[in-house]
């Protein structure tokens, strides 16, 4: 695995995890972070929507996820609207997004 090799603490994007329970148990075990760009993954495709995006999974899951913006020029998202839009859909709980908010805080 990539991120074992190079010894990573922290991966850009990363939601295909999703596709492997192993994966997941290892990137949970090794406490690596995967910092996701909702609004991004949904506008390129790689998430159906904000309500079945693979960070409910993730989370779940126990694997360490931080919310991003990406490019904002293209994806026209600020930070508050990534968490907004994952909890207006149903993806996240106000408890969860706020455990992703302490993880990106440094605080957990």
Not at 14 to 25: C, K, L, P, T, Y
Not at 66 to 92: K, M, V
């Amino acid at each position: 695995m990539v991120v074992e090799v190079l010894g990573l603490a922290e991966v850009h994007h990363g939601i295909n995890a999703v596709a492997s329970n192993e994966i997941m148990r290892f990137l949970a075990d090794n406490q690596i972070q995967l910092n996701v760009c909702p609004s991004s993954n949904v506008m390129l495709g790689f998430a159906k929507d904000y309500g079945t995006h693979p960070i409910k999974i993730l989370v779940e899951n126990g694997v360490k996820v931080t919310i991003n913006t990406d490019d904002l020029l293209i994806f026209d998202s600020s930070i508050e609207n990534e968490y907004l839009r994952l909890y207006q859909s149903g993806a996240l709980t106000a408890e969860q997004l706020d455990e992703i908010r302490k993880v990106g805080l440094g605080e957990k």
